[in-house]
């Protein structure tokens, strides 16, 4: 609790400091128009800047979600609905934050978060896929940039006030309105008015992004009226969505009778979806003894229902093995690969339970197996390179991630692990080559350049790898002057 308490005082901290920021959009004004109003107050560019700045404030103070399967989840079930949308060419990051409230936030910059609370009071996918196709068309619809440039027809006070009320309000929902409240007079009233006809459109495009993915538009309603169940159930004590996102008895009325003008279909979820809903029940509990003691009961009352029933074992297995209980977690994980011997998923979890116990040989069987049937998978690779570090085989766990990285964007966790193997096999310069493109792409671009300076001060390094350090500090110099020039 302590730990919680801290990062929700450093989180509010960055927030102030972020706020100290606002003032230093008005310099976009004079940036080209790119093609809607609210270009010519905020461009695309200062936009996705200023959202690589946000989303680092939010790694540094939110709990945000590490696990490779959940992150992996979530940006896949975004990204299906980023497809159907008429944002495509708009760059979108999805996380997920450990957080039980239900709430979700869109940042600048096609930004999404979306609380564990969220999933796990989903009572299926198209819930969830609800709430995220809700967060993505405020992206699309530029609703933060409009926000900005309706307020700022009226101070650059208002401006600043309404855009920390958006960011304040990701963690602190009262905190959040507090500020909007504080925006006095007309300008407070419209934009009121403002965020209401957002949350119509975001509503809208939402469950045209639901039906064109292919899942149940009821689902956005079906949400809508459990948030209200439960702020009645709560005594007037609302959801966090509800109070970020303004919820009436019209706007649910209005979404049940657009998904009801589609025709109904057999909609079901992605086992993906039911594992991962298991998984962060598991480690939202407060012991795993409590999860087991509940999944326990929850796979009494399945009545065999199979798809129910081994997402209910998966949850079993992984409390079992955070609770240490190897043999219970063993039988649990024998039903799940009986049912389907090549699901990763299911092969992922044995080998987490033989590298629990210590058992590298029967471990790499099993991440051998994953990784033959699935070699670009995400979580396959970040598990087994992690267990070849483990062992000291880092040869073999950079070669993994190197050919992962050919095909695939860059991230912190890979540059961390790489920079991880280069280190064991005593690369110096690899390592700091690979520790500023860390930092770089963590947002922090002076220090990434500073560190690549050392490294051509300092270091004793070959023609080729001077060429590289040269033309990347290049590269990361014009980065900060943009930067720079932006007020960032």
Known sequence: MANSDQKQGNFNRAIIFFLALLPGLIIAADLPDFGDSAGSVISPEYERRLGKMF??????????????????????LGQQLVAHSDGKKQPFTFFVVNDPAINAFAGPGGIIGINSGVILNSSNESELAAVVAHEIAHVTQRHLARQFEAASKYSLINAAALIGAVLIGIQNPEAGAAVMSSISGLAAQRQVNFTRENEQEADRIGMQLLVRTGYDPRGMPAFFEKLQQLSRYA?????????????????????RARAEAFPKDNFTNQH???LIKSKLF?????TPGEAIRFLHTTLEKSNGAAKEELAIRYGLAYAYIADRAFILARQQIRHLLQDNPHGIAYLLLAAKLETAQSDYAAAF???????????DYRPTVMAYSRALLDVGDAKKARDIIKRYERYHPHDL???????????????????????????????????????????KQQYKIDYYQEQRVTARMAELEYELELEAGLGL
């Open 282 to 286: 598991v480690g939202s509990s407060k």
């Open 235 to 255: 005594q007037s004590t609302a959801p966090e969505f509800i109070r970020t996102h303004p919820l009436t008895t019209s706007r649910i009325a209005d979404t």
């Open 55 to 76: 989303l680092n404030q939010v790694r540094r103070f939110a709990d945000v979600n590490k696990d490779p399967e959940v992150e992996d989840y979530i940006q896949s």
């Open 272 to 274: 993906a979806y039911d």
């Open 413 to 455: 966790q890979t540059y961390s692990l790489l920079g991880q193997a280069e280190a064991k096999l005593g690369n110096e310069v690899e390592t700091a080559i690979l520790q500023a493109e860390y930092y770089f792409f963590a947002g922090q671009t002076k220090l990434a350049v500073d560190k690549l300076k050392f490294i």
């Open 365 to 375: 069987t099993l991440y051998e197996k994953a990784y033959a049937l699935s070699p």
